[in-house]
Every structure is written in structure tokens, then in C-alpha cells.
């Protein structure tokens, strides 16, 4: 006879565990949802993305049913706008994935840091995506060019402010360079004038000078011509 008893106890024993695993997985995923829903975005806000909707989904004035047209070629520059902002984001994740992932590996940097940056990345391929579709719609194909204009746009952009930055520098050191400069002067200045004021010419000295031409004027040659005069008489 069959003991349903004893073959019963195992299979309690393997629902249990399945429920219970079940179940604190379930929990788990909610619990890491939740969290990772409530971490500071990685990005701050996508001010291009936003001025590109508010002009596309323009409402009505108060007293009036119809909104404003907005013509398609403010559309397609802020949608290069928004494009170009876009570019900025990918480099920044690009560049920053590399070292952060070598810090998550040695322990530098906690999970939740971790799990920014990938819901960042994520965020960063979902607006790629929608901005393709959006440039598709305004013209064909040129989801596949309007990168390669918003990259030049970024590259202009930063050259721009490299030179704005190289121009104030050399302005500031400009004026340290003249700042500088004048005080050298300055104290150049006062050293010749303490030089000059140190060493007065004394009257003793000029004696001395007078005594010198004396001393001179009575050596050998004067005696011979003062012969030559007697001489003469």
C-alpha cells in the first residue's frame, strides 16, 4: 500500500520553498525598483528636450480654441538643439563609463552610484531613439544625418568656448604682466634715487682734487722751464 502520507511531506516541503523563494524575489525586485526610482538622476534636466515639446505641443491662448502655429523650421532647430545636447551626454557617458567601472570593481563607489550611471545610459539611448524617429518625421533620412550636424554644432560650440576662455586669461594675465611691471619700475626707481642720495660729493674731496693738481704742477718739467726763463734774462 502507498504511503500518500510520507510522499506528501516532500511535496509540502518543495512548495514551501518555491512560495517563499517566490516571494522574496518578488519583494526584492520591488524593493530595488523603488529604490532606484528615489536615486538623484545622473543628468541634470534635459532643458532642449523640454523647449522642443513645449513648442510642439503649444496651447491655446485664454479666449481662444486654436494654438498658436509654430513653423517647421524652429521645430528642426530646436529639435538640433535638443540634438546637440544629446551629443554632450553621450561623450560625458562615454567618457566616464570606463573609470567608473574600474572604481565599482575595486570598491571605490557603491551600487547605487553604479546604478545611476546605467539608468542614465538607458535614459541617454531611449532619447537617441525618439529623436530619430522625430527628425524622420519631419524629413526622410534625416534620422541618419541630423547627428552628424548636431556633432559639428558641439564642436563649434566647444571651440567657441575654449577661445572665450584662452582670451580672458590673456587679459588677466595682461594686467598682473603690467601690474607687474610697474612695480618693477618703481623699485628700480627708488634704488637709483637711495643710490644717488648716498654718495654726496664732499668737500674734502674737492681739496684733495686741487692738491693733486698742485702736486702736479711742481715736478721736474715746471723747474725746467722756470731755468729756461732765467736763462733767457
Known sequence: MVDWIGLAIPFAYLGILVGSLATFSSLYRKRKAAKSSNLAPWFPPHLQRNIYLSLLHLEPEPGKEKAPMVPDSVLKAALLRRATEDIHRILQIRGQKQALSSLLQRGSVGDDLWQRFQRAEKEVEEELRDVINEANAYAPNWGQTIFQSANEMAANSALRNRIDEIQGRTISERQWWDKKRANIQSDFMKELSEDANSKPATPGER?????AVMVEGSGPASKASSKK?????
Open 207 to 211: 681739496g684733495s682734487d686741487e692738491d
Open 229 to 233: 726763463k732765467k736763462g733767457k734774462k
